[in-house]
């Protein structure tokens, strides 16, 4: 089962513009991830939020977490036609449990 | 600094028949976890592997077994094969002190298919 989801599942915008992905999960966590993923392989990791944190950046990356809500969103600023990709939200529940992820939200950036 | 390396990258197997993949990790990490992406979803842990024991399983019938050795390579094997294992098959690692579960590294993956 899949414990983050994604929204929206597809995302379509234009080279310099802004692009906001949505994720909700459902039980506690200790940690929210955000993973990267070209053309169907490996995953690269992006950026990792706390459940202590509220917002963080990386770069072009900006990721904030609301656990009242259980609900993460990524921003990716100024986008570029090499951010093109699939892009997945995983939690971890913490010791002596596994990384969860999501089913993925496509971005296609447009030049 | 080698990264997750994976092989094969590509398989092609019957029904019935048993596949092994192989992983071998990041330099300097000591935990494997394997995961299986079916077409447009997202990965599904299968299990993790620290010390040559799992530590962790995924809702994965035991058809799916592994295994991983002194230099911490690890080795993912499904008997008894059913269309529906047709899947990416990941591999990712992470290093216990960092906590296994955190930054994994993943590799490029086996494009396995069970025709």
């Known amino acids: 089962s899949q414990q983050g989801e994604e929204d929206p599942q597809a995302l379509s915008i234009q080279e310099g513009e802004n692009a906001t992905m949505n994720c909700s999960y459902k039980t506690s966590i200790n940690n929210l991830q955000w993973y990267r993923q070209n053309s169907g392989r490996g995953l690269v990791h992006l950026i990792l939020i706390r459940s202590n944190e509220r917002e963080k950046h990386s770069g072009r990356l900006r990721v904030t977490l609301d656990t009242s809500k259980k609900s993460s969103s990524l921003l990716i600023t100024a986008s570029r036609a090499a951010d093109t990709a699939s892009y997945f939200c995983a939690t971890d529940a913490g010791a002596n449990s596994k990384l969860t992820f999501g089913k993925g939200i496509t971005l296609s950036v447009r030049p | ?113 069970v025709l």
């Open chain 2, 1 to 113: 600094d080698a990264g997750v390396t994976q092989s094969p990258t590509h398989l092609i197997k019957t029904r019935g028949q048993q596949v092994t993949l192989r992983c071998s990790p990041k330099s300097g990490h000591d935990t494997v976890s394997w995961y299986q992406q079916a077409l447009g979803q997202g990965p599904q842990f299968i299990f993790q592997y620290y010390e040559e024991e799992e530590r962790q399983r995924g809702n994965f019938p035991d058809r799916f077994s592994g295994h991983q050795f002194p230099n911490y390579s690890s080795e993912l094997n499904v008997n008894a094969l059913l269309l529906g294992d047709s899947a990416l098959y990941l591999c990712a690692s992470s290093s216990i002190q960092g906590a296994s579960n955190e930054k994994l590294f993943f590799g490029s993956g086996t494009q396995l298919s």
